[in-house]
């Protein structure tokens, strides 16, 4: 059973940064892809922005530009850096990933972001 633990958020001001950290149990190249996702009141939960294996990237265009997807693999933890915070970044971020051998997926507890305007 692959853990997951998100750690990072908090409030902050439009125009502000955080960086978002995911805490893998395993190691995180055994973990394929690995992500972000987020929530927002009343919304779906969407992709913010995913790594696989080969460190290749996929971010959504509302964060194009703003945020990166990083990961330590040595620390076995997955890194969201988020600039030029919105109002609408505001929501419960998840760090999702795959079990490269069982298929299975993982999500952590969450970590909420708050952006005030």
């Known amino acids: 059973q692959v853990q997951l633990v998100e750690s990072g958020g908090g409030l902050v001001q439009a125009g502000g940064s955080l960086r978002l950290s995911c805490a893998a149990s395993?190691?995180?190249?055994?973990?394929?892809?690995i992500g972000w996702y987020r929530q927002a009141p009343g919304k779906e939960r969407e992709l913010v922005a995913t790594?696989?294996?080969?460190?290749?990237?996929t971010y959504a265009d509302s964060v194009q530009g703003r945020f990166t997807i990083s990961r330590d693999n040595a620390k076995s933890i997955l890194y969201l850096h988020m600039n030029s915070l919105k109002a609408e970044d505001t929501a419960l971020y998840y760090c999702r990933g795959v079990g490269r051998r069982s298929g299975a997926t993982y999500w952590g507890q969450g970590t909420q972001v708050t952006v005030s305007s």
């Open positions: 790594m696989s294996a080969d460190a290749s990237t």
């Open positions: 395993t190691s995180i190249v055994s973990i394929n892809p």
